[in-house]
Nanobody, 124 residues
């Protein structure tokens, strides 16, 4: 069983920055899969924000965060999401997730293991 733990969420003003971290505390997933970040707000579906293909580092970004968010790996067990130029619409619970089998980077149903989430609140 893969266990994921997110951290780094906070309350910031619009224009500010945060760096989220996702630590893998146990388990294994194949290299030809994605490690992703999703966010969710009340009443809305979980949205794929960014992801990295573990094997070669290829990245995916949602259009809404391109140019502002950057996903990176610190080591085999840590994934970061650097968020700059934060907007109120970026507010939500942010989750990291990993796949057992390769699937689309932006689809929540393609991911099998999820962390508990870390809250990001951006005020105007």
């Amino acid at each position: 069983q893969v266990q994921l733990v997110e951290s780094g969420g906070d309350s910031v003003q619009a224009g500010g920055s945060l760096r989220l971290s996702c630590e893998v505390s146990s388990g294994y997933t194949p290299g030809n899969t994605y490690w992703g970040w999703f966010r969710q707000t009340t009443g809305k579906e979980r949205e794929g924000v960014a992801a990295m293909f573990i094997q070669d580092g290829a990245t995916y970004y949602a259009d809404s965060v391109k140019g502002r968010f950057t996903v990176s790996r610190h080591n085999a067990n840590t994934l970061y999401l650097q968020m700059n130029g934060l907007k109120p619409e970026d507010t939500g619970m942010y989750y990291c997730a990993r796949q057992r089998l390769s699937g689309p980077p932006h689809e929540a149903v393609a991911y099998d293991y999820w962390g508990q989430g870390t809250q990001v609140t951006v005020s105007a």
